[in-house]
């Protein structure tokens, strides 16, 4: 059984850090692109950042470039989001996800719809 869970949310300023982090049991990582999507309250769930199965591809939307980083450990089957300059805006259910592919890369691997595996989120809350 497939198992994704996010961890590292929390309340934090303007301009704050945090650091999410997904570990997934179940499935060999290195088998997965892997992403994190978030949802605001009356919003479509959105891709914030994605990476490919190996992690020489990425893709990050306009909105977090420069402020947030992916990174995986296929060996520890874990996936981090190094948040940075925080803004009220990204106050968000932020979600981790698998895609098992081992094709594409950029922003044709960050789609919504394609994802399989879904953790149940973590909220993060940025005040201004």
């Known amino acids: 059984q497939v198992r994704v869970v996010e961890s590292g949310g929390g309340l934090v300023q303007a301009g704050g850090s945090l650091r999410l982090s997904c570990t997934a049991s179940?499935?060999?990582?290195?088998?997965?692109?892997m992403g994190w999507f978030r949802q605001a309250p009356g919003k479509e769930r959105e891709p914030v950042s994605c990476?490919?199965?190996?992690?020489?591809?990425?893709y990050y939307a306009d909105s977090v470039k420069g402020r947030f980083t992916i990174s995986r450990d296929n060996a520890k089957n874990t996936l981090v989001l190094q948040m940075n300059g925080l803004k009220p805006e990204d106050t968000a259910m932020y979600y981790c996800?698998?895609?098992?592919?081992?094709?594409?890369?950029?922003?044709?691997?960050?789609?919504?719809?394609?994802?399989?595996?879904w953790g149940q989120g973590t909220q993060v809350t940025v005040s201004s």
């Open positions: 990476i490919n199965w190996s992690g020489d591809s990425t």
């Open positions: 996800a698998a895609l098992n592919s081992y094709s594409g890369s950029g922003a044709s691997i960050c789609t919504v719809g394609e994802y399989s595996y």
């Open positions: 179940g499935l060999i990582l290195a088998d997965y692109a």
